[in-house]
């Protein structure tokens, strides 16, 4: 059998293994090593070897190297292929003599004199070579480790929705491996730490681990050192343990992964809109084979300045009451100049599910009444929280009012997280709305952990995403992560804003208790960028925070000017680039039919 058709099988067999994998979950003792790279190839390896040998008699199971852990990003060495290949068969071997699976992602020559490709790798404890592939370009199968399903992802491939999250919702993968080589955990700064990470956990259910290096010089940002950030985060997002900026060190722990519940993931998956699109992902996973089913055309937009006024209000259990604070805070808005008003998820009504159900049509109707004549008569879009009757049915929903005072869309949350008394949506359509000849979409509550929300808008031509909740924090830990999720959720828009109720225990009929910190937020500078003007707090690899609320009552304004493109769509994202030309076009495919669902077409 020729070398080929021996990967082949090894992958018909992996993926058999994966579909029959033992789903009673088990303990894994885990190391994640932070190591400070060396120039050099054959100091990197031997620190390598040390680290696989003490966590396989720490009794690890998994050991996760960072990204570039042998060769530096700008290495002075320029090793030969035949070098590369017998570092990484002493990996190996000593993969196999401590008995267990070794993960890390490295530069590699596959030709004699041939460039240098980032390759995610994976050793099973039995020296064999379950995952080599190449970074921004193909697609890992999960692998598994003692019965337990695990996915890989390397640096920058977190971004792609087949790397991040696939493997989790279509295969049953209860812990993520992200083996990064830059900022990693501290990419959220001082504030937000682990940003990336502790979301991703909770949208999906599973552990998740970062695994990166830490550097000594200083970054564009002027941090010094920097990367490093190492950690192992809880299916609920909490940090089971974490390194800042520790050199040469290794975290052991042992993970629960009964824990890994993977609800939320089955919760994506089993939703009758999106239910199509991520079987069609775990085809893409299983055999690389996705049919084109559609052609969208990105939207565009108009080029101009847009002023967003997030009205963070206080809601009361008396209706009235909130929809003439409703009004009262779309003239002030308008005062401003603002193009648009953002109310929280149920400010017309409050929280709690007596008042919610004691809300009638008849009474709803009146409420968007008087508030789409105030829209009209002040001549500013209004985006308002609140729950939407149809066909018998209680969705809870956000309602778009241009500044002729008609309702240009009602959405019904699609991912719904109180099934009493609301029942989920089942149209992206009515996501999507044009401000002014600006593409844009709203969505509601735990809408945010629902990324592919906004990727695939984001691919038809999203430009500006507004979401809106109504949430409180148990704790302060619980506020950061908040606000990380909403970040994450809006990072694929151009601009935007995260409205959330403020806290109401100074009303004389207080609804449910809320967090505030809802933030306008834009996606401005990158990598390698230092800060733009204007912004509170800067994230180059995230929708930056331009300005943000505390708890209480208020209201932010901010102006930014718009482009023709979000440049995050099919034609232009670099991602997609990728997609098209990685060998893979079933990728492309994958996500091109998600940008038609999420267009408002239904999937076969």
Not at 131 to 143: A, E, G, Q, S, T
Not at 295 to 304: A, G, Q, Y
Not at 392 to 405: F, L, Q, S
Not at 547 to 554: N, V
Request: proline share 5%; charged share 20%; hydrophobic share 40%.
């Amino acid at each position: 059998m020729t070398l080929e058709g021996k990967i082949v099988r090894i992958a018909a067999l992996l993926v058999a293994g994966l579909l029959l994998a033992d789903a009673s979950a088990r303990n894994l003792k885990v190391a994640v090593v932070q190591t400070m790279i060396e120039p050099h190839l054959e100091d990197n390896l031997a620190k390598a070897l040390r680290f696989i040998e003490r966590a396989g008699q720490a009794g690890g199971r998994i050991v996760v190297l960072p990204e570039h852990s042998l060769l530096p990003f700008e290495t002075p060495d320029k090793p030969t292929k035949a070098q590369l290949d017998a570092a990484f068969e002493k990996i190996r071997r000593q993969a196999q003599s401590a008995g267990l699976c070794v993960v890390l992602s490295d530069g590699y020559r596959r030709t004699e004199g041939g460039p240098y490709q980032t390759y995610g790798i994976v050793y099973s404890s039995d020296g064999t070579r379950a995952i080599f592939y190449r970074k921004n370009l193909d697609v890992p199968r999960p692998f598994v480790v003692d019965g337990v399903v695990c996915g890989l992802s390397v640096c920058s491939d977190r971004g792609y929705l087949e790397h991040s999250d696939l493997s989790c919702i279509a295969l049953g993968a209860q812990v993520i491996i992200d083996s990064s080589g830059g900022h990693g955990g501290d990419d959220g700064g001082e504030k937000l730490r682990l940003i990336r990470y502790r979301p991703w956990a909770v949208r999906t259910g599973a552990w998740v681990i970062v695994c990166n290096p830490v550097h000594e010089n200083t970054d564009f940002m002027g941090r010094s050192p920097w990367g490093g950030g190492s950690a192992i985060i809880r299916p609920d997002g909490a940090v089971l343990a974490a390194l800042r900026y520790e050199k040469d060190t290794m975290i052991v722990e042992e993970i629960d992964t009964d824990l890994a519940s993977l609800e939320p993931a089955q919760q994506r998956l089993n939703h009758p809109l999106f239910k199509p699109f991520w079987q069609q992902g775990k085809s893409l996973l299983t055999n690389g084979s996705v049919e084109s089913q559609s052609n969208v055309k990105p939207l565009t937009s108009e080029v101009r300045d847009i002023r967003i006024a997030a009205a963070q209000m206080a809601c009361s259990r008396d209706m009235s009451e909130n929809v003439q604070r409703i009004r009262r805070e779309i003239a002030r808005a308008a005062e401003q100049k603002a193009d648009v008003v953002v109310f929280p998820e149920l400010a017309v009504t409050g929280n709690r599910a007596e008042d919610i159900r004691s809300a009638s049509p008849e009474a709803l109707d009146d409420a968007m009444s008087e508030i789409s004549e105030q829209a009209k008569r002040r001549g500013i879009y209004v985006i308002v929280g609140t729950p939407i009757m149809a066909n018998d049915a209680r969705y809870n929903g956000a309602a778009v009012i241009g500044d002729d005072g008609i309702v240009k869309t009602r959405y019904a949350q699609l991912a719904v997280s109180r099934p009493d008394p609301f029942q989920p949506g089942q149209s992206a359509k009515s996501l999507w709305f044009s401000l002014k000849g600006v593409p844009s979409i709203v969505t509601v509550g735990n809408d945010a952990n629902w990324v592919e929300i906004g990727d695939l808008a984001a691919n038809r031509g999203m430009y500006m995403h507004f979401h809106i909740s109504y949430e409180s924090d148990a704790s302060p830990s619980q506020a950061v992560l908040r606000k990380q999720r909403n970040l994450l959720a809006l990072r694929y828009a151009r601009y935007g804003a995260t409205v959330n109720a403020a806290d109401s225990s100074g009303l004389q009929q207080p609804s449910g208790p809320a967090g505030g910190t809802s933030m306008i937020v834009s996606r401005q500078g990158g990598h390698n960028q230092p800060a733009p003007k204007d912004i509170e707090y800067y994230l180059p690899y995230q929708t930056s925070v331009v300005k943000s609320a505390g708890e209480a009552p208020t209201m932010i304004v901010a102006t930014r000017r718009t482009a023709s493109t979000n440049n995050m769509d099919l034609r232009r994202f670099w991602r997609n680039r990728n997609r098209r030309q990685g060998g893979q076009p079933a990728r492309y495919n994958w996500i091109s039919n998600g940008t038609a669902l999420i267009a408002g077409d239904r999937l076969p």
